[in-house]
């Protein structure tokens, strides 16, 4: 293989099925692409650490989502029932709010038998004050669709844990592994009327924010 | 073949080339209704201030833009071994790679992998990289069913056409037009065309789509090498309803996706959605690494001519494009003659410049369909040089014979005139002549200058003629 990516002249490769287009393909990349160019160095690029915060709060609000300040689980238990229909079914990954919630920390289960979620409440690691944007992965989620499948989403991260910009963000993550991860900035939306903005088009019609002081 | 567009039998876009319409036809079709070309006009200029106001309040933008390009350069001059790596690294996570060369052997591939679970139906979210393949098609005519996911694709997909835009696939059509659809299709109460009952509508709708397919089918907006991982952005959270509900998910990419690093999407995700619709980031931007416990998840790595671009020089740097649409919102063609005037699944200034890439004869006429203004290339986050491309497009394009007729005879015309002293001023003055005495031989349908516009009136003398008369004597 490597004696004919060597040689330009003899680009038409044997077909094997799915491994002939692979062989087929790498080959035309390295015999079309150009001389080597370096990567450029981003570490240039930071934000204000400075007000994040409320940036975070500001942002968030612009693009449909709710904050609330909050100084403990108590506080948040007792905003639920005034935000949220309590009487249906609410899904927590939160060891905190097993009396409010059904727990779910990831057993395995059919992802199916979400679909009547009222609420989910979430924990995030961290949240972005350019975007209002928070990051979840899979261990957070229980379930991966749990944050999508539910009528309401809610979000508890430490007010501390703002960050200015995505690339504080991924200095954050590093290279840590994780199956599935997500940044989520709102409520699901579209605007494929005539640009109108409708709000839940097919996951969370809301978003609610506990910022943990 | 206007027909195809008018009454939407078919979703396959009418044929070009040879003895077809071209761009310029097309968009004759779409100009019939001023008030709509004004609308389509005025909408998209909006979502393009919306990208300048948003991107305003980045004081670095112009240095991401720099980077982003940079990051991309180095994609390109060292795609070979990025895709080997990232094809190992996703390999490692439990992900099944496989390649195509081309469309056929894609869908080939996702029609296997839909067979071999014993279903004839899939949901999809929003891949342009079908649409050029024209999956759905393929897909329908072996029996299988396919629903597409996003809103916008779902309206042009019970309207049984091709979508306008890449971002924003429904950009054409008339919420009244979609309240029709939806009572057609969902069983709407006819006459009602409010967006947020419609969009309650389609939520059901899909809702119930996504609880019911076992094979759900996304694009790629990027896959990292370092990580094997893939992100897909979306707003209404659909490619993830699918994926997490389904038992099979399939990704399709064009092997240009690839970036380096998991860093670097913080200068790509910061750069999409301002540059697309004014928005800090898409609501959902998610990191797929592995298969969920017992899931399974598969990658299609595709070709379709893109190592053909990568190795003309004049042309590689489209495969940098993120599919923002940016260049399309600030076009003054597009804009006034709508996405399905290209008659390609990219439509606008950047597929003008993919679309010869694939067939320089049927697509001939695309890169005609510009001003130059250089609008696409001051707005295009990764600063590709659009307008520059699509200029060299047509010298390669007339210099291999394919120049839209009318150009070609236009163009040889000229070329005589300007290449004799003579016939050039005899043409100015049979010109001057013609406009003064018979005005009507001009203002008429045959000619396309006179369609959007009156004649000027001419000059009594050329300006030859003029210096001739009242040049000094030395
Ligand atoms: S060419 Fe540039 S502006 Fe146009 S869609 Fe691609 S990235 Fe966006």
């Given at each position: ?32 692409q ?14 204000d ?5 409320e940036?975070?709060?500001t ?22 029932p005034t935000?949220f229909?309590a009487?249906k ?7 905190q ?7 779910n ?9 979400l679909?009547?979620i009222?609420l989910?409440?979430?924990r995030?690691?961290f949240?972005i004050a ?10 957070l ?17 430490d ?13 954050r ?7 599935f991860g997500?940044f989520i ?5 579209t605007?494929?009327?005539e640009q109108?903005?409708?709000l839940?088009?097919?996951g969370p019609?809301s978003?609610?924010?506990f910022l943990?002081? | 073949m206007s027909?195809?567009?008018t ?5 396959k ?7 077809g319409?071209d761009?310029a036809?097309?968009a004759?079709i779409?100009?019939?209704?001023e ?8 909408t ?7 990208r300048?106001?948003s991107?305003?309040k ?6 991401l ?6 990051i ?10 990025y ?8 390999q ?14 894609h869908n080939a591939i996702?029609h296997?992998?839909i067979?071999k ?5 899939m949901?999809?979210?929003k891949s ?16 299988i069913?396919v ?6 694709e779902?309206i ?45 509508t ?8 996504f609880?019911?397919r076992?094979?759900?089918l ?7 090498a370092?990580t ?11 490619a ?30 910061r750069?999409l959605?301002?540059s ?8 959902y931007?998610?990191?797929?690494s592995k ?18 671009q990568l190795?003309r020089e004049?042309?590689r740097?489209s ?10 919102n600030?076009?003054?063609?597009y ?7 290209y ?11 993919l679309?010869p ?11 005609f ?6 609008s ?5 986050p990764?600063k590709i ?5 699509l200029?060299?497009w ?5 210099q ?5 007729t ?6 040889q ?8 002293p ?18 009507f031989?001009?203002n ?5 200058w ?7 009136k ?5 300006f030859g003629e ?5 040049r000094k004597a030395?």
């Amino acid at each position: 293989m490597n004696q004919e990516i060597q040689n330009p002249a003899n680009q038409k490769l044997p077909l094997q099925g799915a491994g002939g287009a692979r062989e087929k393909i790498l080959a035309a990349v390295l015999q079309n692409q150009p001389a080597l160019q370096n990567l450029p160095d981003i570490t240039f690029v930071k934000g204000d650490v400075e007000g994040a915060q409320e940036r975070y709060i500001t942002t968030l609000t612009t693009i449909g989502g709710k904050v609330f300040k909050v100084n403990s689980f108590d506080e948040i238990k007792a905003l639920i029932p005034t935000h949220f229909d309590a009487s249906k079914r609410v899904v927590s990954t939160l060891p905190q709010l097993s009396d409010i919630a059904e727990l779910n920390q990831g057993e395995p289960i059919d992802p199916h038998s979400l679909e009547d979620i009222e609420l989910s409440i979430i924990r995030a690691h961290f949240g972005i004050a350019e975007n209002g944007s928070v990051w979840v992965t899979e261990d957070l989620m229980g379930q991966r669709v749990l944050p999508f499948i539910c009528q309401h989403l809610a979000v508890v991260i430490d007010a501390e844990n703002i960050v200015p910009t995505m690339h504080e963000a991924y200095q954050r993550i590093g290279l840590i592994k994780y199956g599935f991860g997500t940044f989520i900035a709102g409520p699901s939306k579209t605007a494929d009327i005539e640009q109108s903005l409708v709000l839940g088009a097919h996951g969370p019609r809301s978003m609610t924010v506990f910022l943990l002081g | 073949m206007s027909q195809n567009i008018t009454t939407h039998t078919d979703k396959k876009l009418p044929l070009q080339g040879a003895g077809g319409a071209d761009h310029a036809a097309l968009a004759d079709i779409f100009n019939k209704d001023e008030d709509r070309v004004n609308w389509h006009d005025e909408t998209l200029w909006w979502i393009r201030a919306k990208r300048d106001l948003s991107v305003h309040k980045i004081p670095e933008w112009e240095a991401l833009r720099d980077t982003a390009s940079a990051i991309k350069n180095n994609v390109l001059s060292n795609l070979n071994s990025y895709l080997q790596q990232f094809e190992a690294n996703a390999q490692a996570n439990g992900i099944v790679i496989h390649w195509a060369a081309d469309g056929a052997e894609h869908n080939a591939i996702v029609h296997s992998l839909i067979k071999k679970h014993n279903v004839t139906r899939m949901v999809k979210s929003k891949s342009m990289l079908t649409e050029e393949l024209h999956l759905n098609e393929y897909l329908a005519e072996n029996g299988i069913d396919v629903i597409d996911s996003d809103l916008g694709e779902r309206i042009v997909q019970l309207a049984k056409e091709p979508p306008s835009h890449i971002v924003l696939p429904c950009i054409h059509k008339k919420k009244e037009e979609i309240g029709e659809l939806f009572h057609q299709f969902l069983g709407t109460p006819a006459g009602n065309a409010d967006p947020q009952f419609l969009t309650e509508t389609a939520r059901h709708h899909l809702r119930e789509t996504f609880l019911s397919r076992k094979v759900a089918l996304t694009g790629v907006n990027f896959a990292i090498a370092e990580t094997g991982e893939f992100v897909v952005c979306t707003n209404e959270g659909n490619a993830d309803m699918g994926a997490h509900l389904s038992d099979i998910h399939i990704a399709s990419m064009g092997i240009e996706k690839i970036i380096p690093e998991r860093k670097h999407l913080g200068v790509f995700l910061r750069l999409l959605t301002r540059s697309a619709t004014g928005q800090p980031i898409t609501t959902y931007s998610s990191h797929f690494s592995k298969p969920r416990d017992g899931q399974e998840m598969h990658i299609i790595i595709v070709d379709n001519g893109r190592t053909v671009q990568l190795g003309r020089e004049d042309f590689r740097n489209s495969l940098k494009c993120i599919r923002c649409g940016a260049c399309m919102n600030t076009c003054p063609v597009y804009r006034r003659s709508g996405g399905h005037s290209y008659h390609n699944a990219i439509s606008g200034p950047i597929g003008a410049i993919l679309a010869p890439n694939l067939d320089m004869e049927k697509y001939a006429d695309l890169p005609f369909a510009s001003t130059l203004c250089g609008s696409c290339s001051n707005v295009c986050p990764v600063k590709i040089d659009i307008h520059d491309q699509l200029y060299k497009w047509r010298q390669v394009i007339v210099q291999n014979g394919y120049a839209p007729t009318a150009k070609k005879l236009s163009m040889q015309a000229m070329a005589t005139t300007l290449a004799s002293p003579f016939a050039y001023h005899m043409a100015g003055k049979a010109g001057r002549l013609v406009m003064k005495y018979a005005p009507f031989a001009l203002n008429n349908k045959l000619n396309p200058w006179y369609k959007q516009r009156d004649m000027p009136k001419p000059p009594d003398e050329s300006f030859g003629e003029w210096y001739k008369k009242n040049r000094k004597a030395p």
